[in-house]
């Protein structure tokens, strides 16, 4: 399909939110706490909300998100999405969800894209599974979840979208991938001991690279798996300036995304058009 021209609102401002959870094993209290916090930031203008990766589960076990698992189009969290993104008349980012992969085992880890009238209109499955084993932290996310294997832009009437998932902001390739984009997602659940030592260093440079605005929601707080999320979500501007930050807890972070700033950055500093290599 070849995509549309990029079409933005005539303000050329545009409110966004990222919502930080710290998720429980249970779907339904996910949900309400999802729906509490959609509200607030809606209620605050954001045309644009995105929730953070696993926003409707972190179980006791890897395994419980296999249970959980959805056809895509059908199930209670993508409903809940359509329902909010079209009662709130926003764009709507739902983090990730647990969706079928062609292994009974397994389950790709979806970022769901939904328009004004709670229709999806992308998906992006993460496709760099975390892995770590350091001291008594031990992570394979490639026993529960299938990769996936397509850069994802989405159109929307403020422009652009690169959608990402949590470890992949490592590779900066995959934002290359992107091409020019105005807004890069990257909804996450980084644990406490990467994130103090690399989150905003990695949000902020994929913003600066790629001269553009970064929204990184992010799972933060304590959970039922004893695993501990770095939170710290965060809007970064494309100088690299945060707008807006969330240390710990349930909540949500808020700024306004300035298109003509951004292209006048661009023209200023025209690293994207000075690239030589190609993006691989």
Known sequence: MTPKKSTKQA????????????????????????ERLIHLAADEGAQIIVLPEYFCLMGKHETDKVKAREEEGSGPVQRFLSKMAKKHKIILIGGTVPLVSSSPNKVRNSCLVYDEKGKQIARYDKIHLFGLDLGAEHYHEENTIEPGNQVVVVETPYGKIGLSTCYDLRFPELYRAMGEVDIIVVPSAFTETTGKAHWETLVRARAIENLCYVIAPAQGGYHRSGRETHGNSMIVDPWGVILDRLPRGSGIVTAGVNTHYEDSLRKSLPALKHKTIKAI
């Open 11 to 34: 303000s050329n401002i545009i409110k966004v939110a990222g919502i930080q959870m710290a998720s429980s094993p249970s779907i339904s209290a996910n949900l309400i706490e999802a």
